[in-house]
């Protein structure tokens, strides 16, 4: 998939990150901790994450954030 741009979206008050890959599109969504991943059902590709918790798990920090997408992808 080639990503044209990349939407970030942050809820303060819910603290709470919205990530966009293109174009808004109909996904499924599969949960790991507070990571909700959003993929396109048809071809598999990631279209979107969902952060809960965002500032209280990364804010204070700069370590990477890791995703096992793979764990994903082989359902």
């Not at 741009?5 to 507070?34: L, Q, R």
């Not at 071809?43 to 994903?72: A, C, D, Q, W, Y």
Request: aromatic letters at 8%; zero cysteines.
């Amino acid at each position: 998939m080639k990503i044209e741009k990349i939407e970030f979206d942050y809820d303060e008050e819910a603290d709470v990150m919205y990530i966009s890959f293109g174009e808004p599109k109909e996904a499924i969504t599969e949960e790991i901790g507070n990571i909700a991943i959003r993929i396109d059902e048809r071809n598999r590709e990631v279209v979107g994450l969902t952060i809960i918790e965002f500032m209280k798990t990364f804010g204070k920090s700069h370590r990477p954030i890791k995703i096992p997408i793979s764990k994903i992808i082989s359902h």
